[in-house]
């Protein structure tokens, strides 16, 4: 519903119309009624005077590893800046039309995450990709979204295979766009980015912002493995225009996870220590305040007492929140312990029990 003219052609162009007529058809008629208010936000933000910045930083990690609540907490702080639901939703215009529609787009929003149940409000920090997947064509939900090429646009939005030097420089082109328009929106703060997508990008990142800082949260194998599953279910029954029934989904996680964690892994082996942290989830979870300050420390980041209260006050107000439960049947830990046995011991975890 957020995508300029251009991206749908070639998406239905590549992907063929789905099976939703009604859906399209309502697609592109916002594409159209928005053209003028995109219009004048591309020349409005062209003429914009660069903003001298700090650096962004970047939270990642594979998908259910616990980014979410770690982006959650840290964004409590005065002085980062996030991408909001209305920047997600119209990444194009949401400077313009978004602010001027702000009211009724915000009262539409769902009251929670349908894939955890985690709130949603208005403030609520966001993932960039669904904005990105707007923009251009590569992006995982591009495979969300078109499932009969779900494999294809997965591995091209995730780990550029297949992409031509001119899919990545249009990709790096609209990532940049996209975070001048949140810094033009938020002059005064630090962008504060989260994205499962950034870690296998760390390297096309500190490309664009060498400076960049990363904080990288991993989880017990078994319990991501077992979360994704129901992430990618939910996602397709959600947003899918095909059918998905076909769709290798347990294959494509079993060998996408380790290939992301390691090609993070070598990407931010050479890092400063100043721009790169790793936490454990668990850890973080038991301990939160202990490690936000060990963030703080690590990464150089100013402000430690002005923001704790914040923190205090947010984790105070998640104490009641549940999380999914899922069993863990003996054919599933089997398969997660031989196909990724080498992450499983060098990270120390177990089965759940």
Same mark, same amino acid.
């Given at each position: 519903?957020?995508?300029?003219?251009k991206t749908l052609?070639?998406?239905?162009?590549?992907?063929? $119309?789905? !099976?939703?007529?009604l859906?399209?058809?309502?697609i592109?008629?916002?594409?159209?009624? !928005?053209l003028?208010?995109s219009?004048y936000e591309r020349w409005?933000v062209? !003429?914009?005077?660069?903003?001298e910045?700090?650096?962004?930083?970047f939270?990642i990690?594979?998908?259910?590893?616990g980014t979410?609540f770690?982006?959650?907490?840290?964004s409590q702080?005065?002085?980062?800046?996030?991408?909001?639901p209305?920047a997600v939703g119209?990444?194009?215009d949401f400077?313009?039309?978004g602010?001027?529609l702000?009211?009724?787009?915000e009262?539409a929003?769902?009251?929670?995450?349908?894939i955890?149940r985690v709130?949603v409000n208005p403030?609520?920090?966001?993932?960039?990709?669904?904005?990105?997947?707007?923009?251009q064509?590569?992006?995982f939900?591009q495979?969300?979204y078109?499932?009969?090429?779900f494999?294809?646009?997965?591995?091209?939005?995730?780990?550029?295979?297949?992409?031509s030097d001119?899919?990545?420089?249009?990709?790096?082109?609209?990532m940049?766009?996209f975070c001048?328009?949140?810094?033009?929106?938020?002059?005064?703060?630090?962008?504060?980015?989260?994205?499962?997508?950034?870690t296998?990008r760390?390297?096309?990142?500190?490309?664009l912002?060498?400076?960049a800082?990363?904080?990288?949260?991993?989880?017990?194998?078994?319990?991501v493995?077992r979360?994704?599953?129901?992430?990618?279910?939910?996602?397709?029954?959600?947003?899918s225009?095909?059918?998905?029934d076909?769709?290798?989904?347990?294959?494509i996680i079993?060998?996408s996870?380790p290939?992301?964690?390691?090609?993070?892994?070598?990407e931010?082996?050479?890092?400063?220590?100043q721009?790169?942290v790793?936490?454990?989830?668990?850890?973080?979870?038991?301990?939160?305040?202990?490690?936000l300050?060990?963030?703080?420390?690590?990464?150089?980041?100013?402000?430690?007492?002005?923001?704790?209260?914040?923190?205090? !006050?947010?984790?105070?107000?998640?104490?009641?929140?549940r999380?999914?439960?899922y069993?863990?049947?003996?054919?599933m830990?089997?398969?997660v312990?031989?196909r990724?046995q080498?992450?499983l011991?060098?990270w120390?975890?177990e089965p $759940?029990?």
């Open positions: 519903m957020g995508a300029n003219l052609l070639a998406l239905l162009r590549e992907n063929g $119309p789905g !099976r939703y007529p859906h399209l058809l309502i592109w008629a916002t594409a159209i009624a !928005r003028p208010f219009t409005q062209a !003429r914009s005077p660069h903003l910045s700090k650096p962004p930083i939270i990690g594979h998908w259910r590893s979410t770690l982006h959650s907490v840290l702080a005065p002085q980062f800046a996030y991408t909001s209305l119209l990444p194009w400077l313009t039309l602010n001027a702000r009211p009724i787009l009262g929003l769902p009251k929670d995450r349908f955890d709130p403030d609520s920090p966001q993932e960039d990709e669904i904005a990105l997947a707007s923009m064509l590569l992006s939900y495979g969300l078109f499932p009969k090429q494999s294809k646009h997965f591995n091209a939005g995730i780990f550029f295979e297949g992409c001119l899919e990545i420089e249009t990709w790096q082109q609209a940049v766009l001048k328009k949140l810094q033009l929106q938020n002059p005064d703060q630090q962008l504060l980015i989260k994205n499962p997508v950034y296998a760390v390297q096309k990142l500190r490309e912002w060498p400076a800082k990363f904080i990288h949260i991993y989880r017990n194998p078994y319990i493995y979360s994704t599953l129901n992430f990618y279910d939910k996602l397709f029954r959600e947003l225009l095909q059918a998905f076909q769709v290798p989904v347990e294959e079993l060998e996870y290939k992301m964690i390691e090609t993070a892994q070598r931010t082996s050479a890092l400063p220590t721009d790169f790793e936490l454990r989830f668990e850890t973080f979870e038991a301990n939160p305040v202990e490690q300050e060990k963030i703080y420390a690590q990464l150089e980041l100013t402000g430690w007492k002005e923001d704790l209260p914040y923190f205090q !006050r947010y984790l105070e107000s998640q104490k009641h929140y999380k999914n439960e069993t863990f049947p003996k054919e830990t089997e398969r312990r031989d990724w080498p992450l011991e060098q120390g975890y $759940p029990i």
